[in-house]
């Protein structure tokens, strides 16, 4: 049981983690803090927040456990408002999408305090985002990743393991540079894909009456595109190497599709179909390829 959280970020995922932190009885007190007061004036009407700060600082304030759920650009400002109160004894996780710009901002903001830094990327969201969304069981059932450093102390790793395991998640860790070339592939690149593929529909002359035509394939795989446009701006900017790199290898597989059809190979399309048919069909989120 913890005394109090400091939640910086009263948002979704902030929300959604007091809330749960709440309904496992983890801990006693909420203290929030919003850049926007009438986002932490609806977090404390809604109950997600017990007490309103009026700024980071002050979130922090008598918190043994902090929770940074803030745009990734964000983090570096966040965590030096906070330094001068961060303890040894204290837990600091972030909800980040990217890891090794926000490892190197809590080193260049924390410096000597890093080790009470846990960087976390809680596998799960919504399309929608706001504190009005936030849910209890966002993380249930859903994929942790922990990215620790050298510097990391033993038992903020094991607080942080601990605490989303309670919450129900599967909780898995990696370094901050695999993190990022994975999810560039498996996040990151698709969620380009369903932004592109809007645009590419809506600029041209008769894109809104094809719309009008999709069906629930076309509702499916463009589902992500409605997702907050500000923070995924963030994503893609801080993990952009390796996210361009997941972008050619892309494009060369659709040349590759596109070259047997213009030549009318029907058995290599219908291969190349196939492998990935086959591939989506065995998949299970969570689980490697044998």
């Not at 929300?15 to 983890?26: N, V």
């Not at 050298?150 to 540079?177: C, H, N, Y």
């Not at 590759?256 to 196939?274: H, N, P, S």
């Amino acid at each position: 049981m913890f005394e109090q959280l400091g939640l910086i970020g009263c948002g979704l995922m902030g929300g959604s983690f007091a809330l749960a932190m709440k309904k496992a009885g983890l801990v006693k007190r909420v203290v929030g803090y919003s850049k926007s007061p009438s986002t932490t004036d609806r977090a404390r009407q809604l109950g997600v927040i017990d007490v309103e700060a009026p700024s980071a600082l002050l979130a922090v304030a008598g918190a043994d456990i902090v929770l940074v759920a803030v745009p990734v650009a964000a983090t570096e400002a966040t965590l030096k408002a906070i330094k001068h109160l961060v303890t040894p004894q204290m837990l600091i996780m972030d909800v980040g999408s990217t890891k090794a710009d926000v490892v190197q901002a809590a080193r260049r903001a924390l410096r000597d305090q890093v080790g009470s830094f846990v960087p976390a990327h809680p596998i799960t969201g919504r399309e929608v985002s706001g504190v009005e969304h936030a849910e209890a069981d966002l993380y249930s059932g859903r994929q942790v990743i922990l990215t620790p450093t050298e510097r990391t102390f033993t038992a903020q790793l094991q607080k942080a393991q601990d605490i989303w395991t309670a919450l129900g998640s599967r909780v898995t860790s990696m370094s901050p540079e695999s993190h990022d070339a994975a999810f560039a592939a498996v996040s990151h690149l698709p969620h380009v894909l369903a932004f592109a593929m809007m645009n590419s529909i809506t600029g041209q002359d008769t894109g809104d009456d094809f719309l009008s035509l999709a069906g629930p394939g076309f509702r499916d795989f463009t589902r992500i595109a409605a997702s907050d446009p500000k923070v995924w701006r963030d994503i893609l900017l801080s993990n952009r190497d390796e996210l361009i790199a997941q972008s050619k290898l892309f494009q060369q597989a659709l040349h590759t599709i596109e070259q047997a059809m213009q030549k009318g190979d029907a058995q290599a399309l219908e291969d190349m179909l196939t492998l990935a048919s086959e591939t989506r069909a065995h998949w299970r989120m969570g689980a490697k390829r044998k």
